[in-house]
């Protein structure tokens, strides 16, 4: 039997594994210098002033939704084809989630749904760049701009896609980047939040750190003395996990364009076949290829996934519609909300894309796909 293809994995080599083992050997695991070093990578990559190091992609997003001043009675709008946590995070703050219909080509939000959906409770949209293709931005911030509402981008597939020449993260108001081993880089678990605005930053220091500020009469009381001003969480990353990220950004371009090399291997040898649906891209953007997703336009889905898996193709689902589970069942959302999401998700397979990938690995899955299908 042929090795097993996962949809997913980390790429380290030993200069990551260097990294943590160097600052297993400084006198900092946590609270440290790497965190600030990992944190400027990210700020100057993308291009923002300040960016904010939480210990995973959900921490970030509930603190976001914390400086943002979400809370009870206050409306969310955000996709149904995404993570939980997506709209998890609204929930954790006392918010309500209003899920909007996706684009039935891009697969995003979109926009038009968005102003559907809008009430006079809503507060904040939460697009997310679903599969690392950038939502349309613009479109949202005029949105937003008109409607007097916060934007909190889940780029969690997204670092290192660029939407109209700009890099994720330059647009909306605060925006989330995720580093759970599967994504664009990885720091083991881990996230961040980027923003140019300096009262969110704040906020975000303060909510990932107990709630614990310093403030300007302490040495009136002594070295030692701080505050907790409001009930913040200790979600804050490591220093093992900063040093892995920091020696993982240096790689990202180079993982960037590898995952479009593949993508394009995928396009060039499925276009036209029949009973596959190819994902299409959004004008003036380049996609991070987090994941490849493709339609199976008449072919039995669950057929399908257990003849890959059993060929050892790691073939996966991203994702159930978010309002299916039970919990949101139960909250009253109803199957049927957002029906071009619903139909999108029961013909949806993703197939294997990674930076450790060869194009023999390729080949494979298109060759087995192909078989199957047939």
Same mark, same amino acid.
């Given at each position: 039997?042929?090795?097993?293809?996962?949809?997913?994995?980390?790429?380290?080599?030993?200069?990551?594994?260097?990294?943590?083992?160097?600052?297993?050997?400084?006198?900092?695991?946590?609270?440290?210098?790497?965190?600030?070093?990992?944190?400027?990578?990210?700020?100057?990559?993308?291009?923002?002033?300040?960016?904010?190091?939480?210990?995973?992609?959900?921490?970030? $997003?509930?603190?976001?939704?914390?400086?943002?001043?979400?809370?009870?009675?206050?409306?969310?709008?955000?996709?149904?084809?995404?993570?939980?946590?997506?709209?998890?995070?609204?929930?954790?703050?006392?918010?309500? #989630?209003?899920?909007?219909?996706?684009?039935?080509?891009?697969?995003?939000?979109?926009?038009?749904?968005?102003?559907?959906?809008?009430?006079?409770?809503?507060?904040?949209?939460?697009? #997310?760049?679903?599969?690392?293709? =950038?939502?349309?931005?613009? *479109?949202?911030?005029?949105?937003?701009?008109?409607?007097? &509402?916060?934007?909190?981008?889940?780029?969690?597939?997204? &670092? %290192?896609?660029?939407?109209?020449?700009?890099?994720?993260?330059?647009?909306?108001?605060?925006?989330?980047?995720?580093?759970? =081993?599967?994504?664009?880089?990885?720091?083991?678990?881990?996230?961040?939040?980027?923003?140019?605005?300096?009262?969110?930053?704040?906020? @975000? &220091?303060?909510?990932?750190?107990?709630?614990?500020?310093?403030?300007?009469?302490?040495?009136?009381?002594?070295?030692?003395?701080?505050?907790?001003?409001?009930?913040?969480?200790?979600?804050?990353?490591?220093?093992?996990?900063?040093? @892995? %990220?920091?020696?993982?950004?240096?790689?990202?371009?180079?993982?960037?364009?590898?995952?479009?090399?593949?993508?394009?291997?995928?396009?060039?040898?499925?276009?036209?076949?029949?009973?596959?649906?190819?994902?299409?891209?959004? *004008?003036?953007?380049?996609?991070?290829?987090?994941?490849?997703?493709?339609?199976?336009?008449?072919?039995?889905?669950?057929?399908?996934?257990?003849?890959?898996?059993?060929?050892?193709?790691?073939?996966?689902?991203?994702?159930?519609?978010?309002?299916?589970? =039970?919990?949101?069942?139960?909250?009253?959302?109803?199957?049927? $909300?957002?029906?071009?999401?619903?139909?999108?998700?029961?013909?949806?397979?993703?197939?294997?894309?990674?930076?450790? $990938?060869?194009?023999?690995?390729?080949?494979?899955?298109?060759?087995?796909?192909?078989?199957?299908?047939?």
């Amino acid at each position: 039997m042929s090795e097993f293809i996962s949809y997913g994995r980390q790429s380290l080599d030993e200069e990551d594994i260097q990294a943590v083992i160097d600052t297993l050997r400084s006198p900092n695991l946590t609270q440290g210098p790497k965190i600030a070093e990992f944190e400027q990578a990210i700020a100057d990559y993308v291009g923002v002033k300040y960016a904010v190091a939480f210990c995973n992609g959900t921490a970030a $997003l509930h603190g976001a939704c914390y400086a943002a001043g979400i809370g009870e009675g206050d409306e969310v709008i955000t996709s149904p084809i995404t993570f939980a946590a997506s709209a998890n995070c609204v929930r954790y703050v006392g918010g309500t #989630v209003v899920f909007a219909d996706i684009d039935a080509e891009t697969y995003n939000i979109d926009p038009m749904q968005i102003r559907a959906n809008l009430t006079k409770k809503t507060k904040a949209i939460i697009p #997310v760049d679903f599969t690392g293709q =950038p939502v349309d931005m613009d *479109e949202i911030m005029d949105i937003a701009s008109e409607h007097n &509402l916060v934007v909190i981008e889940d780029g969690a597939h997204s &670092l %290192g896609a660029t939407y109209k020449g700009r890099k994720v993260g330059t647009t909306a108001h605060m925006t989330m980047f995720s580093f759970h =081993p599967v994504k664009p880089v990885t720091t083991g678990e881990g996230g961040i939040i980027v923003t140019n605005d300096v009262h969110y930053y704040n906020k @975000l &220091l303060k909510f990932r750190s107990h709630g614990i500020e310093q403030v300007p009469y302490s040495q009136e009381k002594g070295g030692w003395y701080y505050e907790m001003t409001d009930l913040g969480y200790n979600y804050r990353m490591t220093d093992l996990q900063a040093a @892995l %990220g920091v020696s993982q950004m240096k790689k990202l371009d180079t993982f960037i364009d590898r995952r479009q090399e593949l993508a394009k291997l995928y396009t060039e040898a499925l276009q036209g076949v029949t009973g596959i649906i190819l994902p299409k891209q959004l *004008e003036q953007t380049e996609s991070g290829w987090h994941l490849y997703m493709i339609q199976l336009e008449n072919a039995d889905r669950r057929q399908m996934f257990d003849a890959m898996r059993a060929a050892n193709i790691g073939v996966h689902v991203h994702y159930i519609p978010v309002y299916w589970h =039970p919990y949101y069942q139960e909250l009253g959302y109803d199957k049927g $909300l957002c029906p071009v999401a619903e139909a999108w998700y029961e013909k949806a397979l993703t197939l294997p894309i990674h930076p450790g $990938l060869t194009n023999e690995d390729i080949a494979r899955v298109i060759q087995i796909l192909k078989e199957k299908i047939g």
